[in-house]
T-cell receptor, first 109, second 118 residues
Framework: EDQVTQSPEALRLQEGESSSLNCSYT??????LFWYRQDPGKGPEFLFT???AGEEKEKERLKATLTKKESFLHITAPKPEDSATYLC??????????FGKGTRLSVIA | DAMVIQNPRYQVTQFGKPVTLSCSQT?????MYWYQQKSSQAPKLLFH???????NEADTPDNFQSRRPNTSFCFLDIRSPGLGDAAMYLC?????????????????FGPGTRLTVL
């Protein structure tokens, strides 16, 4: 069964304190790994898609990387406005997108 | 801007009273999805339409139905809401379901409808 596990469940950072969020996946034949940001009471906002091991994508203070078993979302010098839940999802073959439960990030000024 | 719109944003219904949630999109995408998300949980796919082809997840209760009258609109009908159906309902769209490497399988979500069942 395809699975996506995110860690930690919650992360509290001081403003400017860089860190990484982890997404481990066990899917047969990964076709895409997606990162979303979700603010409370809102729908997920698309951030990145990664398709192959070694691929990296960046957007402002965020950088996503992909290996054959996991993906990382690196947050450099975070600001309070980066506080949100970050969701990871894997797509394989013809199965639906499999989401992790997310990492709830709080950045304290 | 092209987008996914959900109405209403908040819906309150009574136990057992049918309710319909609406989703529209201006992205001209072929695929529309409905997800249920409960607090601190991952979104759970209920069903999706690829054009007019309906695909139901095996564990989606019969209480949930969907209609897609045209490319732009999709509806979620909950025939007899129970207390356990209180959740955020998310609509998403993608150009295709799986076309790796081109970005056309990326799902874009609407803002969600928060359903409360009294």
């Amino acid at each position: 069964e395809d699975q996506v596990t995110q860690s930690p469940e919650a992360l509290r950072l001081q403003e400017g304190e860089s860190s990484s969020l982890n997404c481990s996946y066990t899917v047969s034949g990964l076709r895409g790994l997606f990162w979303y940001r979700q603010d409370p009471g809102k729908g997920p906002e698309f951030l990145f898609t990664l398709y192959s091991a070694g691929e990296e994508k960046e957007k402002e203070r965020l950088k996503a990387t992909l290996t054959k078993k996991e993906s990382f979302l690196h947050i450099t010098a975070p600001k309070p406005e980066d506080s949100a839940t970050y969701l990871c999802a894997a797509l394989s073959g013809n199965t639906p997108l499999v989401f992790g439960k997310g990492t709830r990030l709080s950045v304290i000024a | 801007d092209a987008m996914v719109i959900q109405n209403p944003r908040y819906q309150v219904t009574q136990f057992g009273k049918p309710v319909t949630l609406s989703c529209s999109q201006t992205l001209n995408h072929n695929v529309m999805y409905w997800y249920q998300q409960k607090s601190s949980q991952a979104p759970k796919l209920l069903f999706h339409y690829y054009d007019k082809d309906f695909n139901n997840e095996a564990d989606t209760p019969d209480n949930f139905q969907s209609r897609r009258p045209n490319t732009s609109f999709c509806f979620l009908d909950i025939r007899s809401p129970g207390l356990g159906d209180a959740a955020m309902y998310l609509c998403a769209t993608s150009k295709y379901t799986s076309w790796a490497g081109t970005g056309t399988d990326t799902q874009y979500f609407g803002p969600g409808t928060r359903l409360t069942v009294l």
